[in-house]
């Protein structure tokens, strides 16, 4: 291994165990909190948490395998069954994301009629719609055989080793990749777009009150008047900011391997295995980036994590207690 691989491989089990801590932390507070598994919300939430840790259990040790090893992970029939799955999982995790940002759209743009549009038996066709796209292409590619050890990715994912099928492998490449990555990042960027508008609109109505009432009291001091100004300033950064994550950890994580994947089809375009690996990589950290965009960023599951926490260290502290009066009981009886 060159120096280039084995940084790679450290990348791929630092994404590990990132993904694989987080996700779990995820799902703690889910099956913890009744308040979120009540929302709709949670369940596209618990939908995306476990399609990333499916994906980091089954998916990326193989790639790490192969990727140190530089040969396919296991048999032709396992390989094909992890492609299956990793073909499975990515999409799923994709649309995941476009229907809660569909869902964010309902509750920010008709808060009035949210409840009524997005109730958990919506949520539940939302999830069986993804579920059915995601399974649809899978299961072509498998039929096809169109899954596989890929060595540019060190991975077993979408491949087609057969030079008869070149063709349709092509053009299901592209409807693939039309139909997952680039219908959730129209989705994305229709729905925090309509989101921002309106956040920039309240806003903009909270500026005009809050300076109204700074003319009004005249005899405010400057310091209170500054804070007033410099919190209107964030409010406005604050909303924009959660929108360009949304949407930026989408496009720096996605793009570029599936740039790779559509580039890949020109066999006259060289690309370097390194990158190759690289895109694989930034991939696979998008799940390990979702439970902090989408989940424990949120003042709920903050204080969710808080009184798991606290309930720990008091019953360790309790337990503590405990052993310290049995131990000197115990002594106090030896000495007797």
């Not at 990333?52 to 192969?66: D, I, K, Q, R, S």
């Not at 077993?156 to 039309?178: D, E, G, I, K, P």
């Not at 129209?186 to 777009?193: D, G, P, R």
């Not at 808080?306 to 049995?326: G, P, Q, V």
């Amino acid at each position: 291994m060159d120096t280039a691989e084995v940084i790679l491989s450290v990348l791929v089990v630092v994404i590990i165990i990132v993904s694989l801590l987080s996700n779990v932390l995820v799902l703690i507070c889910f099956l913890y909190n009744p308040e979120i598994r009540r929302q709709v919300p949670g369940l596209f939430n618990l939908n995306l948490t476990f399609c990333n840790l499916l994906l980091t259990v089954a998916n990326m040790p193989l790639t790490l395998v192969g990727l140190v090893s530089r040969a396919q992970p296991g048999g032709d029939g396992f390989c094909q069954i992890a492609g299956f799955l990793e073909t499975f999982l990515s999409t799923n995790s994709m649309l995941s994301m476009a229907a809660l940002s569909i869902d964010r759209w309902i509750a920010v743009v008709f808060p009035l009629r949210y409840h009524s549009k997005m109730r958990h038996k919506d949520a539940a066709l939302v999830l069986g719609y993804t579920w059915a796209h995601s399974m649809s292409f899978s299961t072509v590619a498998a039929c096809l055989s169109w899954v596989g050890y890929h060595r540019l990715y060190a991975s077993c994912t979408l491949s087609n080793a057969r030079a008869s099928s070149r063709t349709q492998f092509v053009v299901f490449t592209v409807f693939f990749h039309s139909f997952t990555f680039l219908l959730s990042f129209i989705v994305l960027c229709f729905t925090y777009l309509k989101v921002l508008k309106v956040a920039r609109f309240h806003c903009k109505r909270i500026d005009v009150i809050t300076m109204q009432t700074l003319v009004l009291l005249v005899d405010i001091h400057p310091s209170v008047r500054q804070r007033c100004l410099e919190e209107q300033k964030r409010r406005r950064q604050r909303a924009t900011r959660k929108i360009s994550t949304f949407i930026g950890t989408f496009m720096l994580c996605f793009a570029p391997y599936v740039i790779t994947r559509i580039v890949e089809l020109f066999p006259a375009v060289p690309i370097d295995p390194h990158w190759g690996i690289v895109s694989k990589c930034l991939a696979y950290s998008k799940a390990a980036c979702d439970p902090f965009v989408y989940s424990l960023l949120r003042h709920q599951y903050k204080k969710t994590c808080t009184d798991i926490l606290n309930r720990l260290l008091k019953r360790s502290s309790l337990n503590a207690l405990k052993d310290y009066f049995f131990t000197e009981r115990d002594y106090k009886h030896f000495k007797i």
